[in-house]
């Protein structure tokens, strides 16, 4: 776990490999919280500190996207933020270490971004505060988030994937229903992601031909489920790489 005597600001969040969890000692840094007793946990110095409260935390990370930290757990005793790596690796996305930089990357999609500061790797990013409703969520209400949170992804896709922001205003205006506050931040919206992806062109290599016949290229394809009228089952083609002239053969 993180030293207390490390020069980063107490600001920051740490891309931690030890720690088990994401914790943070700031109680007005959640979204969403609830009073948890999670037990204790061993600091660096073998001292023990107790776990108070669980729940979420936004943050902006680099070109001002905003991203979910979910199952943060509070402690009051911590020195610095840590996000743990493994809590990071859902489905699609990986975590990639490089001589300076830690990413989460979905795709060509860079997530997170840290950079290797001495010893630890530090986000590129902050805490969202301003606009969060961080009132204690009673124990009972736990599953009514889970809910809300669902009926917000449900309108997102309903108005053609719309923002974060034309959410908050149809909310204001009382056009859409099930929503809460706090459920306004939905979690990333992977058809969202690919859809708004540039494809990566292809690196160009060989040569190509500079005359008719100097390079054909050949394949063959079969068995087809719908046979041809002379029920051929397979089929050769031939394609001149110069003129791009094509021949197909049955078989």
Not at 25 to 46: M, N, S, T
Not at 47 to 52: G, H, K, Y
Not at 73 to 85: D, E
Not at 211 to 238: A, C, R, T, W
Request: charged share 25%; proline share 2%; glycine share 10%.
């Amino acid at each position: 776990m993180a030293s207390s005597s490390t020069h980063v600001d107490h600001e920051a969040w740490l891309i931690d490999l030890g720690a088990s969890f994401h914790f943070t000692p700031h109680r007005e840094w959640f979204c969403e919280y609830e009073k948890y007793d999670g037990g204790d946990v061993f600091l660096g110095d073998d001292r023990t500190a107790r776990i108070v409260g669980r729940g979420k935390v936004k943050l902006k990370v680099q070109g001002g996207r905003l991203r979910n930290l979910l199952g943060v757990l509070h402690i009051h005793a911590l020195a610095r933020n840590l996000i743990f790596v493994s809590e990071l690796d859902d489905a699609g996305v990986k975590i990639e270490f490089e001589k300076d930089t830690c990413k989460k990357v979905r795709g060509a999609l860079v997530l997170m971004l840290g950079v290797w500061i001495r010893t630890l790797y530090k986000l590129q990013g902050s805490t969202v505060v301003d606009g969060c409703n961080n009132s204690v969520i009673p124990e009972s209400g736990a599953e009514n988030l889970v809910v809300s949170g669902e009926k917000t992804m449900l309108w997102h896709k309903r108005l053609g994937h719309i923002g974060e922001k034309g959410l908050q205003i149809l909310h204001g205006k009382g056009m859409v229903e099930g929503m809460s506050n706090s459920s306004l931040d939905f979690d990333l919206c992977e058809n969202c992601v690919y859809g708004k992806q540039n494809w990566v062109s292809f690196p160009f290599v060989g040569k190509r031909a500079k005359q008719i016949l100097e390079l054909v290229h050949s394949d063959v394809f079969g068995p087809v489920k719908v046979p041809s009228l002379s029920n051929s089952m397979y089929y050769v083609s031939f394609i001149d790489d110069f003129s791009r002239n094509t021949w197909i053969y049955f078989l």
